[in-house]
């Protein structure tokens, strides 16, 4: 199924709106990128302009900042706990922005948008003992 961004067929009252033009490449969408945890995978889709759009599909690792000392280290993702975007990506463990993940180190929140940018970047909120 092809997902369309382009202006709806109708108004909101229900009317039929004029068509003034066709449809163009450019009203294409793609379907969201759902990041799990796995074994590294990512996906280059090619943009408008000859861009390039690195997807990632899974991962284990994650870049971890400390907000105390300012460092910054990679580290392994033991689960995804709770991801307040979607409450079904609770469940499937979906890894988005705004994501609370458990770290080797402890838990930490997404900052970057892995479907997006192709990686995953985290800040610790709270620290294992």
């Known amino acids: 199924m092809v997902n ?7 108004k909101p009252t229900g009317a039929r709106l004029k068509q003034f033009s066709g449809k163009r490449k450019r009203d294409l969408g793609r379907e969201e990128t759902r990041t799990q945890l796995g074994a590294e995978n990512k996906k280059i889709v090619r943009t408008r302009g000859d861009n390039i ?3 990632l599909a899974s991962s284990e690792y994650v870049n971890l900042t400390d907000p105390k000392t300012g460092k910054t280290k990679r580290v ?8 307040p975007a979607n409450i079904d990506f609770d469940r499937r463990g979906v890894i988005t922005r705004g994501a609370i993940i458990n770290t080797s ?15 995953i970047n985290a800040v610790l909120i709270k620290t294992e003992k």
């Open 105 to 119: 180190a402890g838990k930490a929140r997404v900052t970057s948008r892995p479907g997006q940018t192709g990686i």
């Open 76 to 83: 392994k993702i033991v689960d995804v706990e709770k991801n």
């Open 4 to 10: 369309w961004q382009a202006r709806s067929k109708r």
């Open 53 to 55: 759009k690195i997807k």
